[in-house]
């Protein structure tokens, strides 16, 4: 197939290496891809090292060709600015596009938003929750639910026993996001907390920057037990020196780093919000809390420390789980996707 996918994020997070692989995956399938992308971005340079044809564009205004798209039978859209090329490039040329929607958030009451959503020929959420908020504004759309796959860091053993080193041996538990305010980090702060005077073994690290910082080493001045370690470039390493990884997020699309830390084999605690019960069932593929619930986020984290039979049952749950996330499945829904916007013109 001839697909034209459209990611102009600036930045290079969850969304963007969920693009990377499904493409990867595409062009093992033998697609021809073009890809439109932000020029200063870490995805346009990884999009250069692969067999694909490369359009920069720094705003949704431009890099508007006909050439672009002349051989793309669809536009697959990835993010939200995005979807404003897609419309403008769909009326200059008329090229269907579909749209993978990661957020959990109700769509923008702006007529441009609805404009957009509305010309676009199929509508995908990565969750139940993110179709739902889907629905309520487009219920006559082809709306589908294809979850982001996990992707599958390198890892160095060097590097995986100098952190084990450096945390002494304690059980260590990992949260990997950017440090805002609806990712939970305060819940992990007051969670930690309690873990001081519960189980001294017990060492959070916090994998992750952003704006929240600041107000966060605030909150856990004086906890021994919490350590903030930065945005990390080799995930692969962290995945293989922890223990758990923990997602208490107030609200989440997804949760692709869940999928990642149970892909490399670590049980994993998150938050009953959004997307996450998608992939955490409880007492099987991982723990839940409830939003905002630091008590019961401790007393899973004291109980995974001390009970290695609960750790193995949730890791072999987790494993089994992630069948319906793999990338050659992933991969081979949204292909009918496409068939069905060529076959049927839907909406």
């Given amino acids: ?26 062009l093992m399938l033998n697609y021809q891809l073009t890809v439109v992308a932000n020029p200063a971005s870490p995805f346009y340079a990884e999009i250069e090292k692969l067999d694909c044809t490369l359009v920069a564009a720094t705003h949704f205004l431009r890099s508007h060709q006909r050439s672009i798209t ?18 403008i490039q ?22 441009l938003s609805k404009l957009a959503y509305n010309n676009a020929s199929a509508l995908v959420g990565l969750s139940r929750e993110i179709v739902k908020q889907i629905q309520l504004r487009h219920p006559k759309h082809l709306n589908s639910i294809i979850p982001s796959s996990p992707v599958t860091y390198p890892h160095n053993d060097t590097a995986v026993e100098a952190i084990k080193q ?8 990992i949260q990997a996001a950017n ?14 907390e309690i873990l001081s005077q519960r189980n001294p073994n017990i060492h959070i690290a916090i994998l992750g920057d952003g704006r929240e910082r600041a107000n966060l080493e605030h909150q856990a001045q004086g906890l021994s037990n919490v350590s903030f370690e930065g945005k990390q470039s080799s995930m692969g390493e962290w995945f293989q020196a922890a223990d758990l990884l923990i997602h ?15 892909h490399a084999g670590l049980p994993a605690i998150g938050s009953n ?19 905002g619930d630091a008590q019961t986020l401790a007393s899973h984290i004291d109980v995974l420390a001390q009970n290695t039979d609960l750790r193995e049952q949730l890791i072999t749950g987790g494993a089994e789980k992630m069948r319906s996330f793999d990338i050659r499945h992933t991969a081979t829904l949204y292909q009918d996707i496409y068939h069905k916007v060529l076959n049927n013109g839907v909406k």
């Fill in 1 to 26: 197939m001839r697909i034209c996918h459209v990611n102009l994020a600036s930045g290079f997070s969850g969304g963007e290496r969920q693009t990377l692989q499904l493409i990867k995956q595409q």
């Fill in 70 to 87: 002349a051989d793309c039978q669809v536009i697959h859209v990835h993010e939200g600015r995005a979807i404003y090329w897609a419309l």
């Fill in 90 to 111: 769909s009326k200059l040329f008329n090229v269907p596009y579909i749209v993978t929607r990661r957020i959990d958030n109700p769509l923008k009451d702006k007529w």
């Fill in 166 to 173: 450096r945390f002494n041996g304690k059980f260590l538990v």
């Fill in 179 to 192: 440090l805002l305010e609806h990712k939970g980090h305060d819940v992990t702060i007051q969670a930690a």
């Fill in 248 to 262: 208490p997020s107030y609200s989440e699309g997804l949760g692709s780093v869940i999928l990642e830390a149970i």
């Fill in 273 to 291: 919000a959004g997307g996450i019960p998608d992939i955490i069932e409880h007492n099987q593929s991982g723990l839940l809390i409830e939003p």
